[in-house]
């Protein structure tokens, strides 16, 4: 059974860092894509970052430049490193896996967890 297990989330100030990370457990397949959606309260949930198996990045324009998302085969881990956080990102961070990038694609969740920017 595979399992997302997210973590690192936290309250930050605005114009600092985090790092997420997600450890995977279980059997993924190696042509998934793996990466980060978010929610905020009273908005639907949103891509954020993926990586591909061939090791292509996709980044939302809200955080293209800011965050970079990187994995750790040895590890089965995948991070994402939030520079110059903005109170608009603050949200729920989920970890999800799936043959198809997309809020309704993927076939893996994990629980999530929760990054408050402060301003």
């Known amino acids: 059974e595979v399992q997302l297990v997210e973590s690192g989330g936290g309250l930050v100030q605005a114009g600092g860092s985090l790092r997420l990370s997600c450890a995977a457990t279980g059997f993924i397949r190696d042509d998934y894509n793996i990466g980060w959606f978010r929610q905020a309260p009273g908005k639907e949930r949103e891509g954020v970052s993926y990586i591909g198996a061939d090791g292509f990045t996709y980044y939302s324009d809200s955080v293209k430049g800011r965050f970079t998302i990187s994995s750790d085969n040895a590890k089965n881990t995948v991070y994402l490193q939030m520079n110059s956080v903005k109170p608009e990102d603050t949200a729920v961070y989920y970890c999800?896996?799936?043959?198809?990038?997309?809020?309704?694609?993927?076939?893996?969740w994990g629980k999530g967890t929760l990054v408050t920017v402060s301003s």
């Open positions: 999800a896996a799936g043959l198809l990038w997309g809020v309704y694609n993927m076939d893996y």
